[in-house]
């Protein structure tokens, strides 16, 4: 079976995530080729070497562009803090790698476009990692909608909250700066609700949104007497519309009290409507207009092996996948897609559709106006 | 006791309402004056006499302008279509009566500001029938923000969706009409959150909306095979902000597939959050941010003898209050407004101020801008 | 149209239950008689006086034998403490009175049956206040079991569970002590519950039962220092057989941390199951299991006008109903049993019923055996 | 590090969860030896090869005997049928190896016994598959319990519910046969419940319980016009008393309509409640009755990093974990028990204790009466 060598570049949080789903997934999944954990690149040779151990990987190196340019390697998997998503991923695909980047792809639109550019005249493959789609579930939601079951779409409603930033006593980290993170929760967390946006309802076209920053000054993480400038936005709102003509509203909130994993969405049709939410990511409340009055409800489907993935995380229905679970589809799609050209998507060119949103987004609520996206 | 005599016109699916919560309101309040169920209108001289009979009311006429006028009248309580609902007002006031009004107060804002104006020139005292607000659950919402439980707003969340249009093949009725009812989804339904946002949160001072009439035409209702235009939104989307400041965002559809009573709202504060839905009108969910990080959580309060006024109707917790007893608790408002001085709200004032709002979004969304609502 | 002319002893907690509910009822449902509130018994001439005047009985009295001997009283409605209703219904009874009584209906079966004895011999009518069965939404659940939707039933899952007496501080009240209460949590709370079980799958012949009083002692309400023996059960459980064969089990409790209004039930079919919570009265869970597959799941429905006696208080769906809308109802069975003849269910041999049924798990908690109730 | 050679016997679906997480439990916890998987074995040479190529495991055999008796094997990881596991365990136990089971431990209490009493003689380490008390929830709840939050333990309420047999046309297989399952419903699903119930509260000392086989007949597999008996109970119910004094309830069935996975709990203290679900397995319902009393209620919170062995998985809280997370746990609890001597628990005495339940049930529902499991 072919061999997917793979050089991961960080092992924070995601990186970690990127290595338990490695671990699983040909175990999991029978894949279309063999996926390799060849190099693994951290900021010390120490550390690099220490978290290769860890994740099983042979190689180690405390610099990237040594593994951007390795021979042995087949994709470069990003993991790296964001503002260092872009210059890693051109480098790779100058070196003719596929590209397996977190998400956001970039700070910013322009810089995304360059590098979906890049990779499409490079014919290299490339993944980005908005993982919440991958879920069994919100597979299921699509499929729900594809099959026509809740009609023509007219409404959808989604958020991305969490209440990491809440208290203003947290102090400034990279989050709050332009410079390393770009937009705030747009960039962090509406990435991902965009993305489901896109891949439940079809691509936005026109947005308006507003947006605040509503601790404006946070302790300096060294010295927390010193108050520092937040340089990008807690919250943002923003109206929708789709190519389709469906209405939408967006949510997105870093300071939303009690939100742990607030991804959740609501897609209203023609003919019925679905809702979910992360926090319960293996359920789908499915309502059906059709059915006879006095019958009507929302209904609490449980994720199980008749929906899609599922099956080769468990046979049973109701017995519950994972956050990483998610991660191990989507490295699935990986292998499959470079070993036998099986579909990779949210690939760069969405990445940077995304990220066209995003940007957009910020504009129009800096400017009060509605922007169309495409011709943005 | 003070008699308060009540002239009621309309006795419709709202008219019923009150009806109900007249006949127990005195047994479930200690109140400070008497209703006493003088007189009735409808549209025949025999459905008056009829429902003034269920009812309990004294006298009945077919003749509205006979009520409004009669001597032995103290309040005039309006539950006739809303496009009648000047006309009557006016004439209301201009003899000298209080004036309780169902929602909307008006097809416009301009014709609610003339009613508000009337009735302060007159000195009559008005209320008008948001009655969601009147519930102890969001009545304990404002308690827990008033008190200051979870700090200081900084976004706010509502809708009032239902799908009583959601059937493409559901007649046009007056609801379709410009002329019977002025807006769609935010005239019949919009009006009730922009009213309990207003209370929960403080005024809208700006908004940015969108709006749709998804289901173009509908068939006539007395000749199914022709095809009629409806005339107004059946759904909208407003991004809004506060005078305190605090971000918004408030939807409204009358075809959303599955929301049956589809008031909602999310009040998220600095340290904490709650939510509700009026589907579920006895319970609230609270989050507070400062509990220790390892047990923090949504709770949900089931409504008791604790919360506002709630123990009237049963000294147990968790037993449920229903529909009607909101309007009971309005119409304590009422007699105890009329009689005693006690704050009667929403008045026509606010009554007024919903109109401003929900013809503002309906510009906005014409003209694809934000609008400053005092302004306008 | 036929008078039942009341006479209402009893005027606490849920005395003023029946008062607001006899104050709407006309107004609420097209009644086949005219209620006419006679006259008022409580313990003082100036209590009942001023009850009678806040509920809007015509006379009042000191003297219960007073009121059920009056030859202008139809109907004795007792809300005394339990401990009387005995003396009280028999007093009635020989007086030729129809008797509505509140649960339960003794402090034992051997009580109950001679007090249902009484009222078949003389031929009066009878109803007991087992009001959860009133709601629209228990009904609606009676109306799938009976439609077959959900097969045969082969299990019941029932509390009533409660948690007035969590705190071992509560002081010794009337609910503890045998001499005014009987049982414990089994004769307060889970009366209720065997009604329930009785209305909803049939008559329960076989208990096998376990119960224990938690906190054995209390403080003297008027000396706190002194403790005092509670002499009856805190908790209670028991297997149970039904006629028609199913298996099920029934929790009782008044120290049930948490539950504020705990009744709930689940009962499960060969086709089918459906599950309810009385904290959530105006909704009901149904699953089919012939749904397909990958649809299957909990549906929740929200009651509505197409469901049994929904639509006399509101014509919308998901509006809710509250705690006193099912007195409402009872009363208007009682008022239509009365003049019309139509069906007065749960009568005094149902309230014998469920006494048999509470004493034979009683008597089986001590004996530590399974008893059949019938033969009992 | 100290090698842990595994030989894994069974590869159907419980077998291939052990290999998922054995493939991840490396990434995910830092263990303290290091789990090679050495030998596979399956009823045939070809399956045998195949899955341990899928797997991950070196060598393969259709000769359990081979395996177990291998000295390059240190654990023999039981996943056959359970009629198996008693001879093969013991045949393990025999060689000296560590022996880890699936659950049920064996097909009755007598034989879990001589397993128990044979690996404590032999001084081999034991392991029982009862893997949801691993999952970190149930592991909160344990901590809640035991840090006395919410008191002293009062009632404990328990099912575990599926449906996978509710359809009467589900053909005969070796659930439903005594000599493939022994037990029914009380073997396959209440072995968790009681295992957990045991965590949760402690031993379990006295049971009574009632029995149903609901369906006594089903279609033979091979040929479904003939109908075979089914030769155990499809749904079982039992009131337990434990060693601490408490009351409690459990209840198993197969036939559940709608239940998926429906292990769920209720454990009621004299100062808070606990209420789980396994179907939403990422979430605990807490209740602490010394919370002012009008802020009392259900709080719902989402596993997280601040809890037991959750963050080795992700360090955000909500994220949820799956089904497989919990083997992985349980695993990394082999490993690290056979290597540093953590505690391995439940071990072959629990399998044991849960299996004295069990048959105690069977007989209690047998000789409708109550037993005392220890002196049994």
Chains 1, 2, 3, 4 share one sequence.
């Not at 999991?28 to 690099?48: C, D, I, Q, R, S």
């Not at 747009?186 to 891949?199: F, P």
């Not at 936005?233 to 939100?259: K, P, W, Y």
């Amino acid at each position: 079976m072919q061999k997917v060598r793979i050089g991961l570049i960080g092992t924070g949080y995601i990186g970690r995530c990127h290595a338990i789903a490695y671990a699983q997934v040909a175990t999991v999944f029978p894949l279309k080729g063999l996926p390799v954990l060849e190099m693994l690149a951290e900021v010390t040779p120490e550390l690099a070497q220490q978290r290769a151990e860890e994740f099983g990987f042979s190689r180690s190196t405390a610099n990237w562009q040594e593994l951007v340019s390795d021979p042995a390697i087949d994709v470069v998997d990003i993991c790296a803090p964001n503002f260092l998503h872009k210059e890693m991923a051109l480098a790779a695909i100058n070196h003719g790698k596929h590209v397996y980047s977190e998400k956001p792809l970039a700070l910013n639109a322009a810089d995304a476009k360059e590098m979906a550019e890049a990779a499409r005249a490079k014919g290299v493959k490339t993944l980005v990692g908005f993982n919440y789609m991958k879920n069994p579930t919100s597979q299921l939601a699509r499929e729900i909608i594809a099959n026509g079951e809740i009609g023509d779409i007219v409404h959808f409603y989604g958020t991305h909250n969490e209440d990491y930033l809440a208290d203003p006593q947290t102090p400034l980290d990279w989050h709050c700066t332009k410079a390393q993170a770009g937009l705030g929760a747009l960039g962090d967390l509406a990435a991902h609700i965009v993305n489901m946006a896109h891949y439940l309802v079809g691509d936005i076209t026109n947005v308006c949104g507003d947006m605040q920053t509503v601790i404006k000054q946070r302790p300096d993480p060294k010295n927390p007497s010193l108050l520092r400038e937040v340089e990008n936005e807690d919250q943002a709102s923003v109206l929708v519309r789709f190519a389709n003509g469906a209405m939408g509203t967006i949510e997105t909130s870093r300071i939303a009290c009690g939100r742990k994993m607030g991804l959740t969405y609501v897609v209203t049709g023609t003919k019925g409507t679905i809702s979910y939410s992360q926090e319960r990511m293996a359920e789908l409340q499915l309502y059906r207009h059709d059915e006879p009055q006095s019958r009507q409800g929302f209904k609490t489907l449980l994720t199980g092996p008749l929906h899609p993935d599922y099956a080769a995380f468990c046979i049973s229905a109701g017995h519950s996948i994972g956050f990483n679970d998610q991660k191990t589809v989507e490295i699935r799609d990986l292998i499959n897609g470079i070993t036998a050209g099986d579909r990779m998507w949210p690939d760069f060119e969405e990445g940077w559709k995304v990220s066209r949103v995003l940007d957009a987004i910020a504009t129009s609520a800096e400017e009060l106006c509605w922007i169309n996206v495409v011709e943005n």
